[in-house]
């Protein structure tokens, strides 16, 4: 019906809302469920969302609960946009997303 669309989906799942809990294992888990479902629907699905979570919550976003969401999805299936970057590059402390791959 839609022709030929893309494989990449945005979901943004805590831009200016936090998680109930800060321990990684949990927040690995939501990440990998969303893209799990993202994948059901399309095998080469890419995962879009902004990084903007990270700088509005900095104080929630430490390294392991950044890791556990970056890292819940294979290398190459999720893209992060750095969109506050010209002001605060979140790039720059976070190891360029840990290795995940990133727009400025």
């Given at each position: 019906e839609y022709g030929d669309i893309t494989s990449i989906y945005n979901c943004d799942?805590?831009?200016?809302?936090?998680p109930p809990t800060n321990e990684p294992a949990y927040i690995s888990s939501l990440g990998?469920?969303?893209?799990?479902?993202?994948?059901?629907?399309n095998k080469d699905a890419v995962w879009l969302m902004q990084g903007w979570l990270f700088y509005s919550d900095?104080?929630?976003?430490?390294?392991?609960?950044?890791?556990a969401l970056l890292h819940s999805v294979p290398i190459g299936k999720m893209?992060?946009?750095d969109l506050f970057a010209d002001v605060k590059p979140i790039w720059q402390?976070?190891?360029?997303?840990?290795?995940v791959p990133y727009i400025w």
């Open positions: 799942t805590f831009n200016e809302n936090t990998s469920a969303i893209y799990q479902a993202m994948s059901r629907g900095a104080a929630f976003w430490k390294e392991s609960q950044m890791k893209m992060v946009l402390t976070s190891s360029q997303f840990y290795g």
